[in-house]
């Protein structure tokens, strides 16, 4: 296994975007990332900043009185901790604290998803170990560490079994979110599709079972649950099955598609072969059907979420990107739609618009750290990363048991809304243009989330329009980021 430097952080200020002031005590004194020294420097210097920040937000609180709880704000939000930080109240409800040596392998996690897993689990003290090659360009997730100032290690490779390398690490739960994303690129590519979410799944099962058996006979601790994301296009185009539930059959019409439907078999194989077997303490699986994901992190730029065209460089991105906003169906639509608003380029639908999907929110965390930051801007809101943490934590007692949930909110809208909404929530001045639709792509889209509110306590807790706030007044933040770099 290689242990690389977390991805680069070279942006000052980016600070204020998930400053989190319970950081400063605690872990954060404790702070000790696995990774260059040049890194360590950096962080060093943003450990200054972060703690100035905290001064900032302590004096702050002096001045901010207690009366603005439950009123125009969050309903999220309870008392103080120690006087300055606030926690969600669903955090307390459901999303439980590591215990004693609990330890992530997140795969993915730099990705769009995948950082906001990893910022909720350090969050709740777990260990985080992200294996994630970058694969699929640049995100804006280079600042991971920004958001999560705590251990967190980076590797490119399956971390080696107990007893049998020089890493030391236990685990005892799996992520896996690595994938390729683009539905349009696997009708072009499906080797690609094959190889990484096929068998890149494939993979990751085959660790886990050979890390167990290394893990039990060398008295370390065993992963006990595999959460692996699975998505919304296994459904394809099924109108009179509107809204979907877990039980609908396979109507996906893409490579991508068909690998995650087969990813979800291997979960179910491995599961009913461990029962079969007898194995001891057998891990249990859960694949989680992501509907339309969005929120602060996701890339515009990114070809493969956003299903734009673009220019791209080896490393990075130009700013403003050279490519044309255009989506429908992918997940990446809204931060492309924001981005055309901000941008004043037109936003442009392909098709007449009236096409429907259900948009859940990832997670924000925000607290803007100057001092005009009172306590009602200090927000957690979260939702697809709380699916798959609940999930991860769900407790299984006996056989292991293999479980499928949608992940949405159960309330869909049209493209048309949505282009509204953005140019609502930019103020901006973009044209919305219509293009001819895109072949393949799917008419109505409706979910019904209660299979995962009663399996995994999941609910969706932002509605679409505060979580488009969340995303527009992190895209212009990320702007005001970009452009003073
Ligand atoms: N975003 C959505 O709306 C949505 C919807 C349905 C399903 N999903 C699924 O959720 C997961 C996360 O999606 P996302 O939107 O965060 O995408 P993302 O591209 O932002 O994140 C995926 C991460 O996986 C990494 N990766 C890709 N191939 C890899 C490999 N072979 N080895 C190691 N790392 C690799 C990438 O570098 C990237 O950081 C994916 O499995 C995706 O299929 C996402």
């Not at 930080?85 to 996690?109: C, H, Q």
């Not at 932002?462 to 979580?467: A, F």
Request: with cysteine.
């Amino acid at each position: 296994m290689k242990t690389r430097s977390p991805p680069s952080t070279s942006r000052e200020g980016v600070e204020v975007d998930d400053f989190d002031p319970l950081e400063i005590d605690g872990r954060w004194q404790q702070m000790d990332v696995k990774s260059s020294g040049e890194s360590n420097s950096r962080l060093s210097r943003r450990s200054a900043l972060l703690l100035a920040a905290a001064l900032a937000m302590v004096t702050a609180s002096l001045f901010v009185g207690h009366g603005s709880l439950g009123s125009d704000v969050d309903d999220e939000r309870v008392a103080p901790i120690r006087g300055t930080a606030y926690l969600s109240r669903d955090e307390f409800k459901d999303v439980r604290t590591a215990r004693a040596g609990e330890s992530v392998l997140l795969t993915g996690g730099l990705g769009f998803i995948g950082s906001h897993v990893a910022d909720l689990l350090l969050h709740r003290g777990f260990e985080v170990t992200i294996m994630d090659d970058e694969s699929n360009g640049h995100n804006h997730n280079e600042f991971c560490q920004e958001m999560v100032p705590n251990n967190i290690t980076v590797v490119d490779d399956f971390p080696s079994f107990p007893n049998t390398g020089d890493d030391t690490t236990q685990f005892t739960h799996v992520v896996h979110l690595a994938a390729a994303i683009s539905v349009a690129e696997s009708m072009a590519n499906p080797v690609k599709y094959e190889n990484i979410n096929y068998g890149g799944s494939e993979k990751v099962i085959n660790w886990i079972s050979e890390y167990n058996k290394h893990a039990g006979s060398a008295g370390a601790t065993k992963v006990r649950k595999l959460v692996a994301a699975s998505s919304a296009a296994i459904y394809g185009d099924q109108p009179k099955l509107l809204p979907l539930q877990e039980s609908a059959p396979y109507g996906g019409i893409s490579p991508y598609a068909d690998t995650k439907y087969r990813m979800e078999g291997l979960m179910k194989s491995f599961v009913e072969g461990q029962n079969n077997d007898g194995v001891a303490e057998p891990v249990s699986a859960v694949a989680l059907r992501f509907f339309n994901v969005f929120g602060p992190r996701q890339d515009p730029h990114n070809p493969y979420s956003g299903g734009s065209i673009r220019r791209r460089t080896a490393n990075c991105c130009s700013f403003p990107p050279t490519y044309s906003h255009f989506a429908t169906q992918t997940s990446g639509v809204i931060s492309l739609f924001l981005e055309a608003a901000l941008t004043g380029k037109d936003i442009t639908i392909l098709g007449d618009g009236a096409m429907t999907r259900d948009f859940v929110f990832v997670k924000v965390r925000q607290c803007p750290v100057h001092p005009a930051c009172s306590a009602s801007s200090l927000t957690i809101r979260k939702d697809v990363a709380r699916a798959i943490v609940l999930a991860l934590l769900q407790d299984v007692k006996g056989d292991a048991s293999f479980d499928v949930y949608n992940v949405c909110t159960g309330k869909s809208i049209t493209i048309n809304t949505l282009a509204g909404q953005v140019k609502q929530s930019m103020d901006s001045n973009s044209k919305i243009t219509h293009l001819d639709p895109r072949e393949g792509d799917i008419r109505e889209s409706s979910c019904n989330p209660k299979g995962a509110s009663d399996g995994i306590l999941f609910k969706s807790a932002v509605s679409q329009e505060v979580g488009l706030e969340k995303t527009a007044a992190w895209f212009r933040e990320d702007q005001g980021r970009r452009s003073r770099t």
